[in-house]
C-alpha cells in the first residue's frame, strides 16, 4: 500500500460479495474484495464487479461495502477498568 495513494484520498476498503453458485442457483457464496479505493465513487471496485459481470458465471447478489482512511490523525483511548494481579 502506497503511502502516495493515501495521501491522495485512497482509503482501504473491503466489500462482501454475495453471488449465486453457477451449477446451483438458489445457493448464495460469499467472496471478500479488499483493496485501496476512493470513497464514494469506488472505482477500483466498480472495475473489478465489471469484470464479474462480464466474464464470471455466477451472478451477483449484493454487494456490502465498508471503507476507512489509513492516514488520519493518532487517536488515544484510556481503559475502563484497571486489573491488577498479585
Do not use: N
Not at 482501504?12 to 483493496?35: C, F, K, N, S
Not at 464470471?56 to 456490502?64: F, K
Amino acid at each position: 500500500m502506497s503511502l502516495a495513494m493515501q495521501l491522495k484520498d485512497y482509503r482501504l476498503t473491503t466489500a462482501e460479495i454475495l453471488y449465486h453458485l453457477p451449477d446451483h442457483p438458489g445457493i448464495l457464496q460469499t467472496y471478500v474484495w479488499q483493496d485501496l479505493d476512493i470513497a464514494p465513487r469506488f472505482p477500483v471496485l466498480r472495475r473489478f464487479l465489471d469484470f464479474w459481470h462480464r466474464e464470471l458465471d455466477g451472478a451477483l447478489h449484493s454487494v456490502r461495502v465498508a471503507s476507512t482512511g489509513l492516514v488520519k490523525p493518532p487517536s488515544v483511548r484510556t481503559p475502563g477498568a484497571y486489573l491488577r494481579l498479585h
